[in-house]
C-alpha cells in the first residue's frame, strides 16, 4: 500500500506570492492533518480534517488555509508567502481522530521563501 | 494551550549504552503520549506511545514511563545501535473542542550513537 503522498518535494517561492500544497492519504484513511517543522524544532500543528470537515485549527495566522476534498486528499493554502513561512509542511493521515489512532506522516513539503 | 518541554536537545552515547530522554507537559487534561522517530531527511515515524491509565509500555529496546502526577514522561533506549541515531520528538495530545486529538511536539533530542 502507498504510503501518505505529498507534492511537490520541494518549491521556492517569492515573498507576497501564494502556495498550494497537496497531500494523498493512505487508503482507507479519513482524516488528514497537517503541520509545520521549522529547521531543529518539532512538528507545530496548522489544521485537522475529518470527513471534509475541519476539526481542529492550530495558532497560525488566516493566511493559511485549507480543504478535503471527497476522496480524503488534501490542500494547504498559503497567501501572502513571508520569509518565516520558510519550513518543511507536512501532511499526515490517521483512520479517525481520536487519542491512539497512529497518524502516519508524509515526506513533507520543502518550502523556501526569498 | 498545552507546552511540551524535552530534555536533553543533544544526546550522545556509545554503542550499547542506554539512552532517556525525558519529556514534561503542562495540561492535565492530556492523556496520549507517543514518541517519533525522525532520520535526516525522512518523515516522523511512530515508535511508541503510551495513554494516561498505564505507568510504563515496553517494546524490545524501548520504553516508556508515565508520571501523571508529575507531569512528565520518558523514552528509555537499551542496547543502543548507530541506527537509533536520529531526531526523537515527544508529544503530548488531548481532546480538542471539534472532537479531535491533537498532539503537542516537544523541540526534540538527536541522539548520536557512535560504534
Known amino acids: 500500500d502507498a504510503g501518505v503522498t505529498q507534492s511537490p518535494t520541494h518549491l521556492i517561492k517569492t515573498r507576497g506570492q501564494q502556495v498550494t500544497l497537496r497531500c494523498s492519504p493512505i487508503s482507507g484513511h479519513k482524516s488528514v492533518s497537517w503541520y509545520q517543522q521549522v529547521l531543529g524544532q518539532g512538528p507545530q500543528f496548522i489544521f485537522q480534517y475529518y470527513e471534509k470537515e475541519e476539526r481542529g485549527r492550530g495558532n497560525f495566522p488566516d493566511r493559511f488555509s485549507a480543504r478535503q476534498f471527497p476522496n480524503y486528499s488534501s490542500e494547504l493554502n498559503v497567501n501572502a508567502l513571508l520569509l518565516g513561512d520558510s519550513a518543511l509542511y507536512l501532511c499526515?493521515?490517521?483512520?479517525?481522530?481520536?487519542?491512539?489512532?497512529?497518524?502516519?506522516f508524509g515526506e513533507g513539503s520543502w518550502l523556501t521563501v526569498v | 494551550g498545552e507546552n511540551v518541554e524535552q530534555h536533553p536537545s543533544t544526546l550522545s552515547v556509545q554503542e550499547g549504552d542506554s539512552a532517556v530522554i525525558k519529556c514534561t507537559y503542562s495540561?492535565?487534561?492530556?492523556?496520549?503520549f507517543p514518541w517519533y522517530k525522525q532520520e535526516l531527511g525522512k518523515r516522523p515515524q511512530l515508535i511508541i506511545d503510551i495513554r494516561s491509565n498505564v505507568g510504563e509500555k515496553k517494546d524490545q529496546r524501548i520504553a516508556v514511563t508515565l508520571n501523571k502526577t508529575a507531569k512528565h514522561f520518558s523514552l528509555h533506549i537499551t542496547e543502543t545501535q548507530p541506527e537509533d541515531s536520529a531526531v526523537y520528538f515527544c508529544?503530548?495530545?488531548?481532546?480538542?473542542?471539534?472532537?479531535?486529538?491533537?498532539?503537542?511536539f516537544g523541540r526534540g533530542t538527536s541522539l548520536i550513537v557512535h560504534p
Open positions: 499526515a493521515s490517521s483512520l479517525g481522530t481520536g487519542g491512539g489512532n497512529t497518524i502516519y
Open positions: 508529544a503530548a495530545s488531548k481532546e480538542g473542542s471539534g472532537g479531535s486529538y491533537i498532539p503537542t
Open positions: 495540561d492535565s487534561a492530556s492523556n496520549y
